[in-house]
T-cell receptor
Framework: NAGVTQTPKFQVLKTGQSMTLQCAQD?????MSWYRQDPGMGLRLIHY???????DQGEVPNGYNVSRSTTEDFPLRLLSAAPSQTSVYFC??????????????FGPGTRLTVL | GDSVTQMEGPVTLSEEAFLTINCTYT??????LFWYVQYPGEGLQLLLK?????DKGSNKGFEATYRKETTSFHLEKGSVQVSDSAVYFC???????????FGKGTMLLVSP
């Protein structure tokens, strides 16, 4: 089991460029989420998905798009990068047991710098 | 909405000292509560969890008890080691939600 994988590990973009952060999980988890981590802010939810074909916005969705065409993959797209999107991005997956949501499993993160 | 408040760091301790990191929450219903740990340059790992009131989560010598009456989930360890140096995050999963609300994190620095 690879768990949750993310690529790339590091990325530098120029303002206005677009890119896709990849996330995949091999645990057959229903739920997947994207968070960003900024100093002194903890982790904040960007978008999440409760199953293939179903996504919803989190706390800080502006400037990001997601789709979930398969259970395994949940890519995050930056439409037009801005310096405010410089951050560390974490993808996570989880599952439920008898209606109780279990812990989230996190990927290793992508460190993004926008110049 | 849901929120988590945890003590600001850094918390600086000597090896074998007692550790407490305070965490309180605001949520409707019956959330599940978690502590995650992040070592430098790494992702988040689950440290322990509790899914209902009065549950005690424990792992690697760390403990936390879900106190609904005080809406708290304080993290404790009796004797810290240098290897415990990391950032600790308290988080909750609200009733009916698959996502987490995080506190801002507390950095722990343990010196020999």
């Amino acid at each position: 089991n690879a768990g949750v994988t993310q690529t790339p590990k590091f990325q530098v973009l120029k303002t206005g460029q677009s890119m896709t952060l990849q996330c995949a999980q091999d645990m057959n988890h229903e739920y997947m989420s994207w968070y960003r981590q900024d100093p002194g802010m903890g982790l904040r939810l960007i978008h999440y998905s409760v199953g293939a074909g179903i996504t919803d916005q989190g706390e800080v969705p502006n400037g990001y798009n997601v789709s979930r065409s398969t259970t395994e993959d949940f890519p995050l797209r930056l439409l037009s990068a801005a310096p405010s999107q410089t951050s560390v991005y974490f993808c996570a997956s989880s599952y439920s047991t008898r209606g109780i949501y279990n812990e989230q499993f996190f990927g290793p993160g992508t460190r993004l710098t926008v110049l | 909405g849901d929120s988590v408040t945890q003590m600001e760091g850094p918390v600086t301790l000597s090896e074998e000292a007692f550790l407490t990191i305070n965490c309180t929450y605001t949520a409707t219903g019956y959330p599940s509560l978690f502590w995650y740990v992040q070592y430098p340059g790494e992702g988040l790992q689950l440290l322990l969890k509790a899914t209902k009131a009065d549950d005690k989560g424990s792992n690697k010598g760390f403990e936390a008890t879900y106190r609904k009456e005080t809406t708290s989930f304080h993290l404790e360890k009796g004797s810290v080691q240098v290897s415990d140096s990391a950032v600790y995050f308290c988080a909750l999963s609200g009733s009916g939600y698959s996502t987490l609300t995080f506190g801002k994190g507390t950095m722990l620095l343990v010196s020999p």
